[in-house]
């Protein structure tokens, strides 16, 4: 674990301080303590662990040390952070330490071996050669047990992604952080997720840190077994905020404890009898913790703070410390090389924007294909330049607002570390994304330009055609950028990403001439990319264009006939640019100027955003008065923090887990059947891609695709009552087995399940889901309840019909009391990433459970639910399942890491996996006896659980192998002689399961979920908020710009007739996208919760969308009201206000009906926003205002009938057109010409014209309602079927 150490790093010795360091924020108008005069010093070599229970405060100490808080207008702190007796900033903490976060921030189409090459090679390619930087990598790789996943995908934990095991993604994430082996190392729950040997493997490696090289090792860690307890040589003890031990936990910290009539009891862990003692809310417990306080206030005020004389300055320590990156060169090719291989392998990036270049190339060829050079080619030229000027920016800019916030936070991780300069990583992504801008303009150029028939007649039209594709492109991806980094979250960024395309849009001149607009819009068109752009097309389209007139296209001027327009010129002359002297050449050196423009803008905003020390040098944020800095908790940071601004201890609820699970007595409940579950023979495969041999190595090496086996022969029986553990290696397969037991098995393409689990002899029936539960991993609570309204909702849905109300509510507070959640059942569940702020983790985790247990199932089955807690957490809720086991006969089945002996003794049976192999399964006993005979006898004064878990994970890869082999085949003997009778007894079990207590049906659940649902409408205004300021602004500019303001504001010329027409279509297409939005914004974040409800039997997949749609119609009816009356008064259009109004209360919940489509179809907020780019655009293509209906293909003229722009926009034209007359001015007919006509008088032309004619406006209303009652249909359709997939 030494290897690698720098002689500088030796020379120098680190003392790290804080000094009476206190903590708040601001909650309901009042500071809330999280920390309180926190004051500890440790120093070179020192192996620090932070520890107390959920919600102490431990990661926002952590964090405070390492100086990763960032600021806030709603916190305050006080304090200093000393590094060698100088108060440190963020620079120097950065250059002195690094951050194992809790998130493994990983970019997730990386395998595991190039994210350790990527990060060797940016952080030791100063100081190592590659040879040396392989070895070190490979050497951590075994050494953190990850040989078998070397070559797999880092994936995400929604398997959007599909890769690596949670256990394993996190030991990668710790692993990356060890390789450059700072001075100062701050790891937030770096065990957190993984199997006793695996955390063994990362604390050892942390300790030979900190033995060998001198390094300062700060964790912050729940539930360390007693061996890992025993390589700390410090502990800061946190319990709400207050400080109840800091010093040697070995020594002072047991003395201290009996002091406080805490003491150690014989054979128990040290660290969970610690928490177990400060963590209890009876009168004996806040006694404890008061003696502890007061004793550790004692020693605080006779410490001083004494550093070591002759110290280094901080700022030379940061200085011989700072990693610091390789050459630019070096830098700019491992970027590059990053970059690449995430571009190829993300199917929204290269894939989505190639797809949609060549898909709508050849939509739009198709649709304007053989322009002729006729009077009615003029309109469709025009709109087709109109179409290459909105086209390429709308395509570049819906993929890559998503990018930035997907990987800001592994930016974030790897800038902190000083991995590269964020001007290099600006440079790489642009040369890694430049083939990409050229190559997809480039496909759309030429299918556009060659199947439509533009002027071919002078090639460098054709040159000019796509060097405008591909400007406007880049600036597209760079707006994308922008608003993405912008964003707090890619709904953020969904929410936001049509402003600079709508305002920019407006100012282009395509809808409304720039010399018509009020004096003070005009400037913004020298601002407006998409106003040269069009500038420039139309130029570049009708500049010496031969233009002819078809027999009725003439003019009858009696002894003659003319042609009104014969050259393209002509055109260009009736509607010249703002200012005369701009041409093509001058349009393509402004948008190069406004790309380059663009692209910088994007840079600073994310330099601003990743760069914290940005953050305080612009504000003016050095300051040597920590008091004054604001300062806010980071993700995932113990929010409910402290029991007072004082610090007073009071005396709450009990909450014992080893007397009853506090007190609440869990009522003995056998009325139901008993069930006893069978898993025989199973077997899981999952297909994925290896190489072949000979086929060459590396990224490029040619492969297969083979069935990898997760779980294999598979076979076990669960009786009622019983309780068992399952354990195992990361990537064991304990998940899946879990699953497959609980019928969640998430199928994939090409996956198979083989062999039958049976409850009583029967395979799964439809009643499986009412009998049992299963509480995932990942805690998909709805964020906008709090802890006692999202209980009580489980409750009210899920526990019997007639139980009165008052009961229910008794049991849900008995649970509450029982979990430890009295504290925090008022506060919001709240989001990981802060964007709600709510409970904190281990407060979720422990609300996600109390929802499944309050019910009684027959069978439980949940994921690692002590996972992110501590040990007294854990143990009350491993004690509740226990009870429930008892008392109901349930069986309860769960996995589990790191499970403490008081744990191991609640469980009736364990179960050992490894490598996808059953290695045991039976009462811990009788694994103690067999582990023995196969040559694995128990040391004394070692815990079984770690013992067996160390003997599956020890050696090589080959070595666990071969060991699973054996132990598989020496169990399947044993089972053969041990258990004959329970064997024969299973295979004659026939029991079946009754019907489950009557629960509230279809409409009894519809009242809790309506309520629901109104609750976080309310509490979640910023969607709302941003919905109503859209429709607002649009209005209004929009009056501005067409209407200028009142009835008749338009006139009813010629050119009056055009704005009418664009501003219906604008008003049609802003209304439905942000309807449209503001559903993929919501449905898309509810939908774990969704999936969660749903597979727990809460309620149907139609209940939840009628409930929906009901809470949802007062928001859906006065936004569509309030921006169409809004609109038809600032514009003064002809139409009645009433059939305004009602186009735009059925278009928008018609969009609404889109918005579920799109959510139905996609995984998450990202894909469903890049899904909706080509919907939009082939509503937009079809609708009738870019292209003449009659003029398209015939092959896919039906297309229009699935555009819901096309019949809204047809009911705004039969409204705004239909029976209305208009004229020509003097102006306009001296345009025309002698004896030319004029075009438009009567209204009922333009719908003829338009191909709406045989469409009443009626008709168009009916068919957007049934459209839109279609949509919403096809999604419950879509989202039935996939739930349904999910209980297999």
Not at 47 to 54: H, L
Not at 81 to 108: R, T, W
Not at 916 to 934: C, E, K, V, W
Not at 949 to 968: F, H, I, P, Y
Request: charged share 20%; hydrophobic share 45%; aromatic share 10%.
């Amino acid at each position: 674990s030494g290897n690698g150490e720098m002689s500088s790093k030796l020379d120098l010795n680190i003392e790290l301080c804080c000094k009476d360091y206190s903590f708040a924020v601001m909650e309901k108008k009042e500071h809330k303590q999280i920390l309180k005069g926190l004051k500890f010093m440790c120093s070179r070599g020192d192996v620090v662990a932070f520890m107390g229970p959920s919600g102490c405060g431990k990661t926002t100490a952590l964090r405070a040390a390492a100086g990763r808080l960032t600021k806030s207008p709603n916190s305050i702190t006080d304090g200093q952070v000393l590094v060698n007796g100088e108060e440190a900033s963020y620079e120097h903490m950065k250059a002195l330490s690094g951050f194992i976060p809790q998130e493994d921030n990983l970019l997730a189409t990386m395998t595991v071996r190039e994210a350790f090459n990527f990060v060797a090679d940016l952080r030791l390619g100063a100081k190592l050669t590659k040879a040396e930087r392989q070895a070190k990598v490979k050497a951590m790789i075994e050494q953190l047990g990850l040989e078998k996943c070397t070559e797999t995908k880092i994936g995400t934990p929604d398997e959007s992604i599909r890769g690596c095991s949670g256990g394993e993604r996190r030991r990668v994430s710790v692993g990356v952080e060890l390789l450059s082996e700072p001075a100062i190392l701050f790891a937030d729950e770096p065990t957190s997720g993984l199997d006793t040997h695996s955390a063994a493997a990362v604390i050892d490696f942390l300790q030979g840190l900190a033995k060998n090289q001198g390094t300062l090792v700060i964790a912050s860690i729940h539930q360390p077994n007693g061996e890992i307890f025993k390589k700390f040589n410090k502990l800061l003890l946190l319990e709400s905020g207050n400080t109840m031990f800091f010093g040697d936990p070995h020594e002072e910290c047991p003395l201290r404890f009996d002091k406080c009539r805490a003491p150690v009891p014989p054979m128990t862990n040290p660290a969970d009898h610690y928490i177990f003692a400060i963590s209890q809310k009876d009168a004996a417990g806040v006694e404890v913790r008061k003696a502890l306080i007061q004793s550790q206030k004692d020693v605080n005020a006779g410490m001083r703070l004494s550093f070591t004389q002759g110290k280094t300055s901080l700022d030379d320590a940061a200085s011989s410390l700072a990693t610091e990156p390789p050459g630019v060169c070096m830098q700019l090719a491992v970027l590059m090389r990053r970059d690449f291989w995430n571009q190829v392998r993300s199917p929204f990036l290269v894939t989505m924007r190639l797809g949609m270049a060549i898909g709508m190339g050849l939509i739009i060829g198709a649709i304007y294909s053989g322009m002729q050079r006729n009077q009615a080619g003029v309109t469709d030229r025009y709109r087709l330049s109109l179409f290459g000027v909105f086209m390429p920016v709308f395509l570049a800019l819906l993929p890559t607002i998503q990018a930035f916030p997907q990987e800001r936070p592994t930016i974030q991780r790897e800038f902190n570390s000083n991995m590269y300069k964020l001007n290099t990583y600006a440079l790489a992504r642009f040369l890694v994304e430049f083939p990409v801008l050229l190559f997809c303009p480039l496909v759309f150029s030429v299918l556009v330009f060659y199947l439509t028939g533009m002027d071919t007649d002078y090639p460098e039209k054709f040159l000019y055609f796509f060097a405008f594709q591909t400007l406007l492109s880049g600036i597209g991806m760079c707006w994308g950028y922008t608003v993405g980094a912008f964003a707090a979250s890619a709904g953020d960024a969904a929410a936001m990403m049509m402003i600079p395309f709508v305002f920019d849009f407006i100012f282009s001149g395509a809808m409304a001439k720039i010399k018509d607009l009020p004096v003070f819009f005009r400037p913004f068109a020298f601002i407006s990319a998409m106003h040269y752009g069009m500038v420039g097309l139309t130029e570049n389209e009708f500049k010496d264009l031969r233009l002819d007139c078809d027999p009725d296209e003439l003019f009858d001027m009696g002894n003659y006939t003319i042609c009104p327009i014969t050259d393209g010129n002509q055109v260009l002359g009736m509607s010249p640019p703002y200012w005369e002297q701009v041409d093509r050449n001058f349009c393509v050196i402004a948008l190069v100027i406004y790309f380059l423009t663009y692209r910088l803008i994007a840079h600073v905003v994310i330099c601003f955003k990743i760069d914290t020390g940005l953050k305080h040098r612009l504000c003016g944020c050095f300051s040597s008065k920590p008091n004054v800095v604001a300062v806010a908790p980071a993700p995932d940071s113990d929010k409910e923090g402290g029991a007072g601004a004082d610090g007073e201890i009071t005396e709450e609820s009990p909450a014992s887990p080893t007397g009853g699970a506090g007190g609440v007595e869990m009522e003995e409940d056998l009325t139901g059947e008993q069930m006893q579950l069978v898993a025989r023979n199973v077997k899981f495969t999952v297909p994925i891609s290896v190489p072949v041999e000979g086929g060459g190595g590396g990224m490029f090496a040619k492969k297969e695709t083979k069935q990898k086996v997760l779980v294999n022969d598979f076979n076990c029986i669960m009786n009622p009552g019983e309780m068992v553990a399952i354990m195992g290696t990361s990537g064991s397969g304990k998940t899946t087995a879990l699953r497959i037991l609980a019928g969640r098995v998430k199928r994939t393409p090409g996956s198979e399940v083989q062999g039958e689990v049976l409850i009583n002899g029967k395979s799964f029936g439809p009643a499986w889901a009412d009998q049992s539960v299963f509480i995932p991993q990942n805690d998909s609570v709805l964020a906008t309840q709090t802890v006692r309204e999202a209980i009580m909702f489980s409750a009210k849905l899920r526990l019997p019909l007639a139980m009165p109300l008052s009961e229910k509510t008794e049991i849900v507070d008995k649970i509450i009391t029982t979990l430890g959640l009295d504290k925090c059942k008022d506060t919001l569940v709240g989001t990981d990433n802060e964007s709600i702020r709510g409970v904190s983790g281990g407060e979720r985790r422990r609300t996600s459970i109390a929802m499944e247990l309050l019910v009684k199932p027959r069978a439980i089955f949940a994921d690692e639910p002590t996972s992110g807690l501590d040990a007294n957490a854990a143990l009350t809720v491993l004690t509740i399942m226990r009870q429930v086991a008892d008392k109901t006969k349930a069986v309860v089945a769960l996995s589990i890491h790191q499970p403490s002996m008081k744990m191991l003794g609640l469980f009736t049976k364990v179960m050992f996996m490894s490598d996808g192999r059953m290695t045991f399964f039976g009462s811990l006993d009788n694994a103690i006896s067999f582990y023995s005979s196969a040559g694995y006898p128990l040391p004394e004064q070692t815990s079984p659980a770690d013992h067996i878990m160390s003997v599956l994970s020890g050696g090589s890869l080959e070595d666990r192998e071969k060991t699973a082999a054996a132990l598989e085949e020496a169990f399947t003997q044993y089972r053969k002689t041990s258990e004959p009778e329970q064997q024969s007894a299973i295979l004659t079990s026939e029991k079946s399961f009754g019907a489950p207590a009557q629960k509230p049906g279809f409409w009894g659940t519809m009242v809790p979920l309506m309520i629901r649902m109104n609750n976080n409408q309310n509490r979640n205004p910023g969607i709302l908020v941003v919905r109503v300021a859209s429709y607002t602004i649009y209005a209004v500019v929009f009056g501005i710009m067409f209407g200028f303001w009142g009835p008749e504001a338009m006139p009813r010329d010629q050119e009056g007739a055009e704005r009418r027409l664009m501003a219906c279509f604008m008003f049609v297409m802003l209304g439905i996208d942000a309807a449209n939005m503001s559903v993929v914004q919501t449905f898309c974040d509810e939908k774990p919760s969704f999936l969660r409800e749903y597979t727990s039997g809460f309620y149907s997949v139609p209940a939840y969308f009628l409930a929906r749609t009901l809470v949802e119609i007062p928001v859906n009816v006065i936004l569509p009201i309030w921006f169409g009356a809004l609109g038809w008064v600032v514009l003064g259009l002809n139409g009645s206000i009433i059939k305004f109004i009602l186009i735009q209360v059925v278009a928008q919940n018609a969009a609404v009906g889109n918005g579920f489509v799109l959510c139905a179809l996609a995984s998450n907020t990202e894909e469903a926003t890049n899904l909706e780019a080509p919907v939009s655009v082939l509503y937009v293509v079809f609708s009738g205002f870019f292209v003449n209906i009659k003029t398209i293909w015939v092959g896919i003229r039906w297309l229009q009938y699935a555009s819901l722009y096309r019949w809204a926009f047809a009911s705004m034209i039969w409204t705004e057109f239909g029976g209305n007359t208009f004229f020509c001015t003097q102006a306009d007919l001296d345009a025309l010409g002698p004896g030319v006509p004029c075009p438009l008088e009567n209204g009922d032309d333009k719908v003829k014209s338009m191909q709406f004619w045989d469409i009443s406006f009626e008709w168009c209303i009916i068919a957007t309602a049934i459209f839109g009652v279609f949509l919403r249909l096809l999604a419950l359709a879509i989202t039935w079927k996939d739930m349904r997939a999910q209980l297999s």
